[in-house]
């Protein structure tokens, strides 16, 4: 009996126009989401721009999934668990017709991005829906924040593991986009990530505690004498000064590590860094002037489209000279 030989399957391979409409699927998530990001993109050479647009884009449907206030967190936990499943079908050659996937499977195979650094990011969102609130127990917009609040994490190293998930992969993972050759750029984007999810931290304390999430250290939290249930409704900003201007400073200090990292970065991915860079420190800073007020009012902080522009157009002088 004569036994068929058995082929392994070809790898899917989209065409050139899948793969364009893919990007321009992604580009849009980016452009309509990325407040920050989208401007630092812009003076990067279009492949790389391309790449980091179908990073963002899958880290945004992961981002939209922890944050569906419509489901239960067991419901969010198995849909994370099943984007993140069709991203390694994609990854190990099966066909999709996700345009999410299909850009970042191209991305990540261009740019030799670890795929363990693409889990991380999702593994780093789902952290957000460990033990948060159920989709019943969410407040409406603009209802007074749940009583139900809890630290997510004693100490600044326990909150170091959470903003590496979420933030330093994030930089690990450009720095295979912008290029490099030495190995103490890694360090470097990891510290630099921690300086823009403290950032995020200080910007959103009221918006994260309206779902119940508290991501201001416990022991810091204890060390300036304020209590959880300050938060449920911030009658007087001041009461939180010293301790979001003390954890300012701490993202000062991890903000030197971007100094460090541009000349190490290939020199046409340089402008794009120090763009994302002064964002975010400008953003600290906007916040330090407000004297880190960041109760009042329905906006969060945030630079103006002309304070972003005017960066933007240094970036582009930068990349040019």
Known sequence: MSTAVQHAPTPFAPTESQLAVAYSVCRHITRAAAKNFYYAFLVLPRAKRQALCAV????RRCDDIADDESMSMYDRRQ????????????QSGQPTDEPVLLALTDAQRRYNIRVGLLDQLAYGTAMDVEGGPTADEMPAAGSPIPLALSVHYRTFDDLYQYCYRVASVVGLVCIHVFGYRDPAAEPLA???????????????????????????????LDKFGISISALDAVSDPSLFRPLLAMEADRAREYYRAGDELIPLVEEDSQPALWVLMTIYQRLLDKIALRQYDVFTGDEKVSLTVREKLGILAKGFLKRLS
């Open 190 to 220: 990891e510290r630099l990530g921690i300086a823009f999810q403290l950032t995020n931290i200080i910007r959103d304390v009221k918006e994260d505690a309206r779902m119940g999430r508290v991501y201001l250290p416990e022991e810091d």
């Open 56 to 59: 963002y884009a899958f880290m």
């Open 79 to 90: 849909k994370l668990s099943a984007w993140l499943d069709a991203f390694h079908r994609a």
